[in-house]
T-cell receptor
């Protein structure tokens, strides 16, 4: 499978715990994006990387959230001290970075904070 | 502020009929628009895109129309099939060549056999 891969698919955690998600983009895609989607809504942009550089962070991304892409390949998204409002689908997408090149999305990680 | 929205949350059509899903956007400076399809438990899947210098673009069974005068985008699906049942989102790119997309709320397409 050469698509965008996300792990885990589902994560259930208790409020206050830390969680980390992983995204493996399509090979050789230099852009990687994180989005968040709540039930019944469209995805919301969180942040994106060009290779290992984080180029933009949304105001939605509080200081409890941190994303990394240390080698310009896979990326991790960590949420510290989770809150019930963090419950959502976290989607990763990648693209080649060419103008108007479409984003390919993974199947997401569904986070439930109890 | 910027927003991308859809007119109807749910659209129900008979198999074989044509479907039209509408979207209104507010940022007149937007240059690039995309339609995505999302099935349950999956991420959004690219359907078709259009740039602001075009008013129509066709794909396989799908057509996107862009009316910049009224800031309206539509997706037409010909001969709708059960496999087309999904949530459809329009999205606009925020900033040229960023890949940062602003999505609407989505329209659920239900195809009746």
């Amino acid at each position: 499978d050469t698509g965008v891969s996300q792990n885990p698919r589902h994560k259930i955690t208790k409020r206050g715990q830390n969680v980390t998600f992983r995204c493996d983009p399509i090979s050789e895609h230099n852009r990687l994006y994180w989005y968040r989607q709540t039930l019944g809504q469209g995805p919301e942009f969180l942040t994106y990387f060009q290779n290992e550089a984080q180029l933009e962070k949304s105001r939605l991304l509080s200081d409890r959230f941190s994303a990394e892409r240390p080698k310009g390949s896979f990326s991790t998204l960590e949420i510290q001290r989770t809150e019930q409002g963090d419950s959502a689908m976290y989607l990763c997408a990648s693209s080649s970075g060419v103008a108007n090149e479409k984003l390919f999305f993974g199947s997401g990680t569904q986070l439930s904070v109890l | 502020g910027e927003s991308v929205g859809l007119h109807l949350p749910t659209l129900s059509v008979q198999e074989g009929d044509n479907s039209i899903i509408n979207c209104a956007y507010s940022n007149s400076a937007s240059d690039y628009f995309i339609w995505y399809k999302q099935e349950s438990g999956k991420g959004p899947q690219f359907i078709i895109d259009i740039r602001s210098n075009m008013d129509k673009r066709q794909g396989q069974r799908v057509t996107v129309l862009l009316n910049k005068t009224v800031k309206h985008l539509s997706l037409q699906i010909a001969a709708t099939q059960p496999g087309d049942s999904a949530v459809y989102f329009c999205a606009e790119e925020h900033g040229p060549n960023t890949g940062k997309l602003i999505f609407g709320q989505g329209t659920t397409l239900q195809v009746k056999p």
